[in-house]
């Protein structure tokens, strides 16, 4: 494999405030309802709690409780999907307490027939990904896009979209590290889609498989976290000097001095070298939704309601301490081992954080005062993992067509000069 191009770059971090709801007008305490969070258009990026003591926190992008679906699309996505396209590995991924939002942002319980103004990420990034594809640009590229759906419910691997009943004939998902430390998800049903609307229908009936449940907080809480996944493979022809449009050379219509046995006609060779190399360009997009953290005592949940509250802590428990080993400066410098594998939740997220991927984490926070110490964890765990180093690059292998043709040319020229 060969990398033509690679990026060391930083998670980005956007941060969404949710506005008031009805539902907090009505459920939370009078006292507790006050607005805790603010905002300044002179200092865009920039976010301030004002509990006990004023608290401030900066990041790549914050959206106010008035920003629209498509503004956060548009300002923090978009240019994640160009990257895509590139060929480099994409991670989204929504973070913070549960009825934060995270869901509606991430647009994974999203149909085809939702309502264009209030759709979420993934089904703008589908529209933009097949505006490209179908555009002039890439007619001459061969592309198969794919799609899996995975779940993590009490540290249990469930494929979304495998609905057979016959458990013991489901395929064993299993977590694996190739040769090379890329993270490999095998066992995993991955479907051929070639339409944004095939793509919707596959993520709806994964979304209805998905463990769900009502808590005092959240009437439709997830209770697993999730992970929808597109890749896509470009098969697209190159120049030998890496332009994918290749100038035509100026060559001589006959040889200047003899040919050597065993060596094709520099005409021809050089026909072939302009015609370029054929290469295999792979790049993965992973939408993830996490469950939100919770509190017991404020879920009131009991019995496999409380077993799955705490399943999810623990999970997002090891991601913070991922993120702490990654992303705290002073850690970061004593840290070798990074606790990826204390679950499969971080396990599935290596490449993500502080591997080969373009990552960005959506914060999504509640305004509320009575939700303040849960906001000012998910601000600092945010605001940590802005630190977190990527090292990305794009996933393409060389097709042999070149050197097989180049091969095939010298055995008719040697034929040629037996005869």
Known sequence: MTNSNSENTTVQVALRIRPLTQEDLVNLPSRFQRNVLSTSPFTPNQVIVHGDKKLTFNFDYVFGPETQQRDVYDISVRNMVDKFLEGFNVTILAYGQTSSGKTYTMGTSDSVSSIHESRGIIPRALHTLFSYISSAQFKSRKITMKVSFIEIYNEDLNDLLNDTDDDENKPQ?????????????????EIKVNSVEEVMGHLARGSLNRQVGATDMNSQSSRSHAIFSVTLCQQKQISTNGISSPTPLSHPSTPSTPTKLGSPPPRRLSKILDDGEWVTVTSKFNFVDLAGSERLKRTAVSGDRAKEGISINSGLLALGNVISALGDPSKARNTTHIPYR?????????????????????????????????????????????????SAIVNQEEAEILLLLILMVMVEDLLLLLV
């Open 342 to 390: 204390d679950s499969k939740l971080t396990r599935l997220l290596q490449d993500s954080l502080g591997g080969n991927a373009q990552t960005l984490m959506i914060a999504c926070v509640s305004p509320a005062e009575y939700n303040i110490s849960e906001t000012i964890n998910t601000l600092k765990y945010a605001n940590r993992a802005r630190n977190i180093k990527n």
């Open 173 to 189: 998902l299993l977590i694996r590290e190739d040769s090379k430390g890329n993270i490999i998800w095998s066992g995993l049903q």
